[in-house]
């Protein structure tokens, strides 16, 4: 199977490849890539990837393992600059700027975008501390200012009533659930116009899951939301949009109805289906 797979792959026409990056609902993108190739040594990782991304809305990037979907989702952020042997081209605009000029200010760039990672990263410091730091970091020092920060965000992600009687203490002792939504909070704190999600709810328990995916679909209305998944269902549940990629290369783009009832590609159809992984 995964030989058809690959012949499907590079019978893909450039043609095809645009259409389905200039899909007519996106208007106003808030991350537009492209021509982005992205190589580490002679790994060929990212190829040609063009797409468009919509504002406040929740895109979901799907497809098997190893397909790229990871290395797409950290290059919005800048993630792979200290990496060895990375190049890239192509170009990244968020807002119009190219995050990958050289004349692009990186933090600038990183504080536009929170980032949730597959498993819940808590600061080693109090629980307070953690919503706080950022804030800390780009220049806020009034307490009051600060802890009605931390009260907001973990009210938002519905921690507050969990966790407000302990604020001084180490979130080591909290649910990996609530790490993931101390984090998120962390990540909000900072006032980003984006966030980003690396499997975020993969190491989660399904009620905790279930209680990150309902804050994404609240926060949409704020927020542009670009989430990597490998459950279907997940995407199927709370995604606007799908972007399906394959060996790199992205294979179809559009809403969550067309991609999942409608695909327009033979391998979009087989990988919704479930022959293969």
Known sequence: MKTDNLEQVETISENSIID???????????????????????NHI??????????????????????GKTTLLRSFNRMHDDSPNVKITGKIFVDDENIYDEKAQVISIRKKMGLLAQRPCPLPMSILDNITYGPRIHGAWNRRKLYATAKHYLTEVGL???????????????????????????????????????????????????KIEELFVTLKKDYTIVLVTHTLRQAKRIADYIAFMYMGKLIEFGTTDQIFNHPQKQLTKDYISGYFS
């Open 20 to 42: 389905i990056m200039t899909h007519s609902d996106i208007i106003n993108p808030h991350i537009r890539v492209e021509g982005l190739n992205l190589n580490i040594g002679e």
């Open 46 to 67: 990212l190829k040609d990837v063009n797409l468009s991304i919509p504002s406040k809305k929740i895109t979901c990037i799907i497809g098997p393992s190893g397909c």
């Open 160 to 210: 507050w009533d969990e966790v407000k009687e302990r604020l001084r203490s180490s979130p080591g002792h909290l649910s990996i659930g609530q790490q993931q939504r101390l984090c998120l909070a962390r990540g909000l704190a900072v006032e980003p116009e984006i966030i980003l999600g690396d499997e975020a709810t993969s190491a989660l328990d399904p009620i905790s899951t279930k």
